[in-house]
């Protein structure tokens, strides 16, 4: 029997049910349970968050293991391979980092796999997989997260066979900035025209002058007056290039530093939205440890019945003002790649699925989105 306090969660032979430790909702089995896809001992989950066996969850342990999806998008890890379809390599470290490579194989290349922030597809060399990074594999897309343990307050309720369970504050991170301007291009210095006039004057004056006087020391202001003039234009003119230059490198250096900003503000709303919508996997552990996450959404929370229905691209919150384009094209939006696709059913009331496919795809589909709303609807009822 599995979920009792045995030894390998079992019972002990002719124990009652009564003292067991079963409890509503506990898997029962008669023999050795099934533990291909248990999630056992290790330090790293491994889940399948969208796509093709969406909501199996495979435990890791420390080494290396070779990952590959089946048709049936059943996670195989360190079975026979079936040539064709495209195996990686997932390495395990002691502190829980993960790292992943491909394996050569010439009759899945062409299969591409793509993992997050990386600007080539995943090839031969290992690259690092971090938490929240998704891998997809054909139609599967697959996360690793720190090992999931038990975290809730549980405690044993009066009536036989369940469990109080005590949800503690629900505590929402600040909201980033989504507005960002980018600096305007300094303009290049006004157009300083040599001051004819202003060094003809005085050498006139000074010619007149030792004529007048018959005193040559005056062709000696004549002279230096030119001189002056035009030093005195050739030194602005200098020093503005210089200023603009220092301008222009000051403004390519804040503009870069403000493009990373950006791209740290886009990452981070990805993170955010996969969080706070997780996908069947992490919810399987959410409700299945169980985990502090359990009905966290209270009837005031902003995703309160807010059902995630897959992944895609959408358009990011983060926009960015550049004064230097014309008006309409002036603030632009980014693309967040491979994030949930959510509902609010407060606004939506009614959700129907349709698409192309099989009817058992379809259905396989419709059962876990109704699932998922059976278990908003229990949320609802327990929190308004």
């Not at 049910?17 to 999630?39: K, Q, Y």
């Not at 394996?103 to 290349?109: E, I, N, Q």
């Not at 505590?171 to 157009?191: C, D, G, I, K, Y």
């Not at 919810?283 to 996450?293: D, M």
Request: charge should be positive; charged fraction near 25%.
């Amino acid at each position: 029997m599995q979920d009792g306090p045995g030894p390998n969660g079992g019972a002990a032979a002719g124990t009652l049910v009564a003292a067991s430790g079963i409890r509503d909702g506990a898997v029962v089995t008669f023999g050795e349970p099934d533990l291909r896809n248990g999630v056992l001992g290790g330090p790293v989950d491994l889940c399948v968050t969208g796509g093709a066996g969406a909501g199996s969850v495979v435990r890791l342990g420390v080494g290396e293991s070779v990952l590959q999806v089946g048709p049936d998008g059943r996670i195989r890890v360190d079975e026979p391979r079936e040539g064709g379809r495209p195996a990686v390599v997932v390495v395990v470290a002691l502190d829980g980092e993960v790292r992943v490579r491909r394996l050569p194989d010439p009759r899945s290349a062409a299969h591409v796999l793509h993992l997050d922030r990386l600007d080539e597809p995943l090839g031969e060399d290992e690259a690092p997989w971090a938490v929240g990074t998704q891998l997809r594999i054909d139609p599967s897309v697959l996360t690793v997260q720190p090992a999931t343990r038990p975290d809730a307050d549980l405690r044993p309720a009066k009536e036989p066979g369940h469990l109080d369970y005590n949800r503690p504050p629900r505590l929402l991170p600040p909201m980033p900035a989504t507005h960002f301007r980018l600096p305007a291009e300094p303009q290049p210095p006004a157009r300083n025209p040599l001051p004819w006039l202003g060094m003809a004057m005085p050498a006139v004056l000074g010619i007149v002058m030792a004529i007048v006087f018959r005193q040559p020391y005056y062709l000696m202001f004549a002279l230096a007056s030119p001189l002056m003039g035009w030093g005195n234009w050739w030194m602005q003119k200098r020093n503005g290039v210089t200023t603009h230059k220092e301008r222009l490198k000051q403004h390519a250096e804040e503009r870069a530093a403000l493009e990373e900003e950006v791209l740290d503000a886009v990452r981070r709303e990805q993170h955010r939205r996969r969080v706070s919508s997780p996908g069947a996997g992490e919810l399987r552990l959410i409700a299945t440890t169980p985990t502090r996450r359990l009905w966290e959404r209270r009837s005031t929370d902003g995703d309160h019945l807010t059902v995630r229905l897959g992944l895609a691209d959408a358009t990011s919150r983060v926009e960015v003002e550049d004064s230097a384009e014309p008006e309409h094209r002036r603030k632009t939006r980014a693309t967040v790649r491979s994030v949930p696709v959510t509902v609010p059913l407060k606004e939506a009331g009614v959700v129907g699925l349709a698409g192309p496919g099989t009817g058992r795809a379809v259905g396989r589909d419709g059962s876990w989105a109704s699932s998922v709303c059976c278990r908003a609807r229990a949320t609802c009822r327990s929190t308004c």
